[in-house]
């Protein structure tokens, strides 16, 4: 039985500290000794100490991620964040490939997988970000495009235990049109399917595959039933802990 993981993504919010550490302390206590299901924020990469020290006060259970990270461990490379400093300020996790960094920065497959492995290799659990976009959907290219993306994403990665994939279809990112659970079934048993060729089964059987886009708390307790699907990476509904805390406890269920 894979537990579930149900992660916040706050992308670039809230925008004060003030407001960080009030919902973070919603968070918190309306998770106090949760242990039935994995809860994660991610904050923005300046709040990150103030939420590890937060979470240090309350004992939490909940773990902290970052958003992104830099492909070499220091040096001079003006804006960005080594894995280690991730793991210095009380990061379990990082989040890699998410679609805004692909499309609205540029992020190759080839860059997104030196990111892993230098993620990886410093100690840091990766949530690897896939998905199609609308066209590619329509296009009849989600498997291919998830493909590439696994298998490109995971070059030289030797072993999964240390990895989660959250797929995230683009067209449903951020827009309130969810994939119905079917959709995000089929996809998920696809990846799936393609780890365990490349892993092998156990690895894919042991392997967490979050859903995201437009998770809200009343499509989550679909969503997440199904088989396939073992947890959520919540953008919006991540940002007001009355809507995150009832999507992570429906990962009880
Ligand atoms: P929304 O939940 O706002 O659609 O965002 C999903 C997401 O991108 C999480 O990483």
Known sequence: MRKK??????????????DVVRLATEVIVGLKDEGRVTAALCPPFPYLGLLDTLLKQHK??????????????????????????????GCKYVILGHSERRHKMGESDAFINQKVGAALAAGLEVILCIGETLAEREGNQTEAVLDRQ???????????SKLVIAYEPVWAIGTGKNATPQQAQD?????????????????????????????????????????????ALVG???????QFLPIVRAGIL
């Open 60 to 89: 939490s259970q909940v773990l902290l991620g970052g958003q992104n990270c830099y492909i070499e461990k220091d040096g001079a490379f003006t804006g960005e964040v080594s894995p280690a400093m991730l793991l210095d300020t």
């Open 5 to 18: 993981f149900v992660a916040g993504n706050w992308k670039m919010n809230p925008t004060s500290a003030h």
């Open 150 to 160: 696994v298998t490109q994403g995971l070059a030289d990665v030797k072993e999964l």
């Open 187 to 231: 996809a998920h048993a696809f990846i799936r399917r393609r780890v365990g060729q490349l892993y092998g089964d156990p690895a894919a059987q042991a392997l967490i595959i979050q859903y995201g886009g437009s998770v809200k708390p009343d499509n989550a307790a679909t969503l997440l039933g199904q088989p396939d699907v073992d947890g």
């Open 236 to 242: 919006g509904a991540a940002l007001k802990a009355d």
